[in-house]
Nanobody, 129 residues
Framework: QVLLVESGGGLVQAGGSLRLSCAAS?????????????MGWFRQAPGKEREFAAA????????NYADSVKGRFTISRDNAKNTVYLQMNSLKPEDTAVYYC?????????????????WGQGTQVTVSS
């Protein structure tokens, strides 16, 4: 069983910040094996398709960001805690969405949702203008 649990969402004014966390657990995600997975964050706004936000490979040495969040969001991970983070600064109303954590084996920080095998339930982020 694989479990990804997101937290840290909420309501924030435009220009504010939020930090999302995603804790991984289950047989696939022992401390050793978590570090072998690429972790990603995706988001889905009402009426829109799920879109890529950021990804980080196992070592944290390579990250990938969507153009829409580059320079404002930072993805990081703590392999000792089986946790990945998304620091979101300078938030805009268009960042409003449900944010999902995802995991895939291997070291490619792919932007394609179908490349990720495991998904969390999502956490709502609402940015007011």
């Amino acid at each position: 069983q694989v479990l990804l649990v997101e937290s840290g969402g909420g309501l924030v004014q435009a220009g504010g910040s939020l930090r999302l966390s995603c804790a991984a657990s289950g047989r696939t995600f022992s401390i050793r094996t978590f570090s072998m997975h690429t972790m990603g964050w995706f988001r889905q706004a009402p009426g829109k398709e799920r879109e890529f936000a950021a990804a980080i490979i196992w070592s944290g040495g390579t990250t990938n960001y969507a153009d829409s969040v580059k320079g404002r969001f930072t993805i990081s991970r703590d392999n000792a805690k089986n946790t990945v983070y998304l620091q979101m600064n300078s938030l805009k109303p268009e960042d409003t969405a449900v944010y999902y954590c995802a995991a895939r084996s291997g070291s490619a920080a792919t932007m394609v949702a179908t490349g990720y095998a495991y998904w969390g339930q999502g956490t709502q982020v609402t940015v007011s203008s």
